[in-house]
């Protein structure tokens, strides 16, 4: 792409919606991962002159299709691989029983019948035993593909997008919209199962661009929204944190989805946290130029793993319509825009002579916003370190307690000790006074029974003597 796409005076990046389209004038987005064509138009002239559309259903007689396109050699070891992935992918070629007028009809009211985004219920219908022939075809596919994981990735590619095409026929009676739905549920079936298999594969140099491209974003740390003329709140407006930290949470997540269109919900996501970022930080509503550069900003900052990865098996294994048109087609052709700029960034583009693009990229200048941040950080390192000390002067004070309240529960305990001692000699002493006093009553009731007796020993004596 030209270089006066990326500059401007007055708005920094600009890009026209003629740019996005097709070089082909076909009315589809383009992409620079296929030097500005669509994916149809960009395969249309990949294959080679007379080459026909490799066919991945069987004939109507039963017999399995050539599979020359498997890198055909010329000896006989070839010959018994091709036989085998003959077996593997349409089984024995023994005649099958046809798909009655009736059958057909029930399964493709079965499948109108199910729910956009209900990927259960279609695997429910598709492991029906009505929609065993479609269930059977899928499970030959995935058994085929991943017995030649080891084929270069853009004939795997191939492979999967003809698969697309040749299951979307047997839909062909639908409205375009219900077999954009269940081809949806197609690509996450298949994709999900494949990903191992063909995600950053060892025939291409995925794994070198990724490198390539995370050290390009990381040498880029230091350009500012305001280089890149980004709408970007400043003191006036009260803003709780980075606006556009949804958005670059959002491109990191890509890279745990498996299936492409869950990727391209990711890039869908952070596109529309941008605009929303955008319409915070700016008074007027955000076009087509702020989002471009927003979306660069948030690529700097996030630094997503695995970006290019991710980005080319979207391309090779997604649907086409999903990059070709709509929301996610426009989005991800502006993420493709956006890692295009990142990689051929220099001074012009951001305003700036070679010489201070260079100085910064040797960290020998600082954009006074960056410095700001830096600012902003020692003060809130040093407030944290403040805070750092106060919570060890109250983990102190906590401990200092926690030590007067267990002398004084020891003292609580010591004393509770000491009065259940004393209590018991004041009990051992009461009971002993009154064990005393029960032994002196009864001496003296001893007395008492004594002295009656001598008293009745004298009277019986005198009586005696009185009557001598």
Not at 71 to 95: A, D, Q, V, Y
Not at 352 to 372: D, H, I
Not at 401 to 417: F, G, I, P, R, T
């Amino acid at each position: 792409m030209s270089s006066t796409m990326w500059t401007d005076k007055h708005r920094g990046i600009r890009v026209s919606q003629e740019e996005l389209l097709c070089k082909n004038a076909c009315g589809y987005y383009g992409n620079p991962a296929w030097q500005g064509f669509c994916s149809k138009c960009w395969r249309d002239r990949a294959r080679p002159a007379g080459t026909p559309r490799h066919d991945t259903r069987p004939s109507n007689d039963g017999t399995p299709p050539t599979f020359s396109k498997f890198e055909e050699k010329k000896n006989i070891e070839k010959g018994r691989r091709i036989n085998t992935m003959r077996r593997l992918f349409w089984g024995s070629p023994s005649p099958k029983p046809q798909e009655s007028p009736e059958m057909h009809e029930n399964v493709l009211k079965s499948y109108q019948s199910l729910e956009p985004g209900d990927f259960t219920g279609f695997l429910k219908i598709l492991r029906s035993p009505s929609s065993q022939r479609l269930q059977s075809r899928c499970t030959a596919f995935l058994n085929t593909m991943e017995a030649y994981h080891d084929l270069p990735v853009q004939k795997q590619s191939d492979h999967v997008q003809d698969f697309y095409q040749s299951f979307a026929e047997y839909f062909s009676s639908f409205p375009e919209a219900q077999v954009t739905q269940i081809m949806e549920h197609v690509e996450k079936l298949i994709m999900t199962r494949l990903h191992k298999w063909v995600f950053c594969h060892d025939s291409c140099d995925d794994e070198q661009k990724d490198l390539a491209l995370q050290r390009r974003i990381r040498s880029l740390n230091w350009v500012t929204p305001q280089m890149l003329s980004v709408p970007y709140p400043d003191e006036k407006i009260s803003v709780t944190g980075d606006p556009f930290l949804p958005a670059i949470t959002a491109i990191i997540e890509m890279d745990a989805k498996r299936a492409p269109q869950d990727k391209l919900a990711c890039v869908s996501k952070c596109s529309q946290h941008v605009f929303e970022a955008l319409s915070v930080s700016n008074s007027e509503p955000a076009n087509a130029d702020d989002f471009l550069s927003g979306l660069i900003y948030v690529m700097l900052k996030a630094n997503p793993p695995r970006l290019h990865s991710n980005m080319q098996y979207v391309i090779r294994f997604g649907l086409p319509h999903s990059l070709m048109a709509g929301e996610s087609g426009y989005y991800f052709t502006n993420l493709s825009c956006a890692v295009a700029f990142i990689e051929r960034l220099d001074g012009p583009a951001l305003n700036l002579s070679p010489e201070e693009f260079e100085g910064y990229m040797q960290g020998q200048r600082t954009p006074s916003a960056l410095k700001k941040r830096q600012q902003t950080a020692s003060d809130t390192q040093h407030l944290l370190e403040e805070l750092k000390g106060r919570q060890e002067k109250l983990d102190q004070g906590v401990d200092a307690l926690n030590v007067q309240l267990q002398k004084w529960v020891e003292a609580v305990h010591s004393q509770l000790d000491e009065a259940t001692t004393t209590f018991a000699l004041v009990q051992m002493e009461i009971t002993t006074q009154a064990e005393f006093q029960q032994s002196v009553s009864s001496a003296a009731q001893d007395v008492s029974l004594l002295q009656v007796d001598k008293s009745g020993l004298v009277k019986d004596q005198q009586t005696k003597d009185t009557e001598c």
